[in-house]
């Protein structure tokens, strides 16, 4: 038969936002609503909290719930008891969470427990208190005295898009690690270097450079860059710092490049933590490339001879990635 169909918008039947997390040193304060078609006989409402491979850390009952949200039911007049659907809980964090990334979930339950059959409705992730030391070293003590911030990040992609795809080591082809890279090219500028790679990037090309001033990036991360061979290549947002002169113009550099890494990321979903022998970890040098996970296909040590060249002739101390991950971690927590 002859027919002409015609279709309504897609109605959800569950719906929630948590419109509110903040974290202090101790506690979390979270507030929002959750309507759902389904509600009708789940009158109990818990938080749980989950880490980020999905494993419960904590769950709390909600008793300030069924709070007003006029305008919950403007936007979903069919779902039923959407007008009282606000909650609102505070919760005292556990020593287990602090530092940790996680998510918040929302439960509408027949359980009293938090259990039984349910509706969840979760948050973004969340990074809890991440701890961060910039007294420990010189260099950082002197950002940190002098309220050095960093630059905006330009966005100037010279490389062509399509000469990478996604990421092919991992499993969602997104990155998850960040390659700190340096020039090792004493008499280039920042753009000298762009516009070297920008002429011979069918070599080799990374995402971005940072000198004291400026932040470029010059190839999309949510592609590959050829900067540190496979498989860092395959997982890595990479970055060069050009070689800049200068205690001042050293440690503005340092800030540039740790929130650049705590930017990307933040991007990625990803949380700082030093790069370890079996592969794991997100804040990467060359170097740990080459003495992790390269398997001979690279032999650079940087940025350990630039940093350490530096960090003697300015401050009279050393720099290492350990000191770097405290300064990434200051600016991840600053986002």
């Known amino acids: ?42 009158p109990y409402e818990w938080l749980i909290v989950l880490d980020n491979n999905g494993q419960e850390l904590y769950r709390q009952e909600i008793t300030d719930k069924g709070l007003g949200r006029n305008d919950v039911q403007n936007v979903y007049p069919y779902i039923e008891g959407a007008n009282k659907s606000g909650f609102q809980v505070t919760m005292n964090i556990p020593t287990k969470m602090q530092g940790h990334l996680v998510r918040f979930v929302h439960r509408l339950t027949d359980d009293k427990d938090g259990n039984g059959n349910f509706i969840d409705l979760s948050s973004n992730p969340v990074l809890v208190n991440l701890e961060y030391n ?18 905006t ?15 092919s080591e991992t499993e969602d082809g997104k990155p998850n690690m960040v390659v700190v890279h340096e020039t090792a090219n004493p008499n280039d500028s920042i753009w000298g270097e762009i516009n070297y790679e920008k002429a011979h990037y069918n070599n080799a ?14 190839s999309p991360t949510d592609h590959e860059a050829w900067g540190a061979a496979y498989p860092a290549n395959g997982r890595a947002v990479q970055f060069e710092q050009v070689e800049v002169y200068g205690a001042n113009n050293f440690a503005r550099e340092l800030v540039n ?26 804040l990467w040098s060359h170097h740990n490339v080459t003495q992790y996970i390269a398997n001979g296909k690279t032999d650079h040590t940087d940025p350990d001879g630039y940093w350490a060249n530096r ?6 101390t050393s720099y290492t990635m350990k000191d770097f991950f405290e300064l990434v971690k200051y600016e991840y927590s600053h986002l």
């Open 1 to 42: 038969k002859d027919f002409s169909d015609q279709y309504s918008q897609n109605y959800p039947t569950n719906a929630g936002n948590f419109d509110n997390i903040h974290v202090t040193a101790s506690q979390v304060n979270l507030s929002g609503w959750h309507a759902s078609t389904q509600a009708g006989n789940k």
């Open 134 to 151: 910039l007294n420990a070293n010189g260099i950082n003590r002197y950002i940190l005295n002098n309220h050095i911030n960093h630059a």
């Open 153 to 167: 990040i330009t966005v100037n992609h010279v490389i062509p898009s399509d000469t990478t795809d996604v990421y």
């Open 205 to 218: 090309f990374v995402h971005a450079f940072v000198d004291g001033d400026q932040i470029i990036e010059i």
């Open 257 to 282: 490049a740790a929130y650049y890494t705590a930017y990307k990321m933040n991007e990625y979903g990803m949380v700082p933590s030093l790069a370890q022998v079996n592969g794991t970890g997100t």
């Open 311 to 316: 960090a003697s002739r300015y401050f009279g």
